[in-house]
């Protein structure tokens, strides 16, 4: 599974940025899909999930309310709806998948970053 994030980019406090991430390589839609973020200086952490059929959704607290992750099995896709943007969440942002399919905390696929930077 090869896993294709885009959408980063530069935004001032308060505002909006939506990652999307396109798989290839075989069908996803029986896999969780996920978003992990590292900031500058710190370990690599769980920011959302989301299990194969999108009945249930997993939020790190400090992203509870602002973002919104989503897939569409049609597109082999997943989606992050970042809103109220925060410094801290200034990080690398990267899309992962796991085979079990549902809640999941230790992937088995990342695809390479996309840069999130919120200026205050």
């Known amino acids: 599974v090869q896993l294709q994030a885009s959408g980063g980019g530069s935004v001032q406090a308060g505002g909006s940025l939506k990652l999307s991430c396109a798989a290839s390589g075989r069908s996803v839609s029986d896999y969780g899909l996920g978003w992990f973020r590292r900031a500058p200086g710190k370990e690599r952490e769980f920011v959302a999930t989301i299990t194969s059929t999108g009945a249930r959704t997993f939020y790190r607290d400090s992203v509870k309310g602002r973002f919104t992750i989503s897939r569409d099995n049609a597109k082999n896709s997943v989606y992050l709806q970042m809103d109220s943007l925060e410094p801290e969440d200034t990080a690398v942002y990267y899309c992962?998948?796991?085979?079990?399919?549902?809640?999941?905390?230790?992937?088995?696929?990342w695809g390479q970053g996309t840069q999130v930077t919120v200026s205050s």
């Open positions: 992962v998948a796991d085979r079990r399919g549902g809640e999941f905390y230790e992937p088995d696929y």
